[in-house]
């Protein structure tokens, strides 16, 4: 252990820190158990009351993401707190988190379904499914195909994100952005449905149908996005302590309770 690493105060230094810390490492297991995550790809989310944010071990496996493999760390990419090192892409997050103060959480994965909407000439991914609304206002993609190492390409990302929820990134990936990690989470999972239901509309050999302007408007008049939230997340947190991907230590700080999931209005 470096002197370093010795002198950081310990992991989690305040409650609010540590359930930042255990929901992100939640949701790095359970986007790796949707195969939205595999062998690469992070999540990072920030703290709140803190100029910080956490994110994993750059070389911890995704599926065994813990608070022992989790960092703290400030927004010029200073480890705070935790021993290990951030992964080599941190400037995706870094930049992101500066450029945009309404996110909460960022993922960036490899995930191939979404690549291949980057290699198909005159083919873009369009919202599709009723959830896919969240995605309205476009789905850019980053021209640069390498790795995000340098913070001039995590500023030309974050450009390219601009004020958007979704960005992909030409040969290589996407990142999502949302209001709290189990938002991003929610959002994950309509994203794979949504670019899973054009490419089968594509592989059917049909002209992919849009959802409509007028279309996305009726399905946001119905929305209830944190209830939504809530009960997908509900849902996913206990299949997979069922399943042992998350541990039955986390169940209580993780699974919402009767008075959470209550819905907030009717319709
Ligand atoms: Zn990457």
């Given at each position: 252990m470096s002197v370093t690493e010795i002198s950081r105060p310990a992991r989690g230094s305040n409650s609010t820190t540590q359930q930042t810390i255990l929901e992100t490492a939640a949701t790095t297991r359970l986007l790796e158990s949707e195969g939205i995550l595999d062998y690469?790809?992070?999540?990072?989310?920030r703290i709140p009351g803190r100029d910080a944010f956490v994110i994993q071990v750059g070389s911890t496996s995704r599926a065994e993401v813990s608070p022992d493999s989790m960092?703290?760390?400030?927004?010029?990419?200073?480890?705070?707190?935790?021993?290990?090192e951030p992964p080599s892409e941190l400037p995706i997050h870094l930049e992101i988190l500066r450029a945009r103060p309404d996110v909460q959480s960022v993922l960036h994965s490899h995930m191939e379904l979404a690549i291949a909407f980057t290699m198909m000439e005159g083919v873009k991914l369009l919202p599709m499914r009723a959830r896919a609304s969240r995605w309205k206002s476009g789905i850019p993609i980053d021209p640069d195909p390498s790795h995000i190492k340098l913070p001039e390409q995590g500023r030309a990302l974050a450009r390219t994100l601009g004020p958007h929820h979704a960005v992909l990134m030409r040969a290589h990936g996407l990142c999502l952005v949302a209001e709290s990690a189990q938002a991003l989470f929610v959002d994950a999972v309509h994203f794979k449905e949504n670019a899973t239901a054009q490419m089968q509309a594509l592989q059917a050999g049909a002209k992919p149908i849009p959802l409509s302007e007028a279309e996305i408007a009726q399905i946001e008049k119905m929305e209830m996005r944190e209830w939504h939230i809530k009960k997908l997340w509900n849902y996913?947190?206990?299949?997979?302590?069922?399943?042992?991907?998350?541990p039955q230590a986390w169940r209580d700080e993780l699974v919402p309770t009767n008075e959470m999931l209550k819905r907030d209005r009717a319709l």
């Open positions: 690469s790809g992070h999540v990072s989310t960092l703290v760390v400030d927004y010029d990419g200073n480890v705070l707190e935790g021993d290990g996913y947190v206990r299949k997979a302590l069922d399943q042992e991907v998350l």
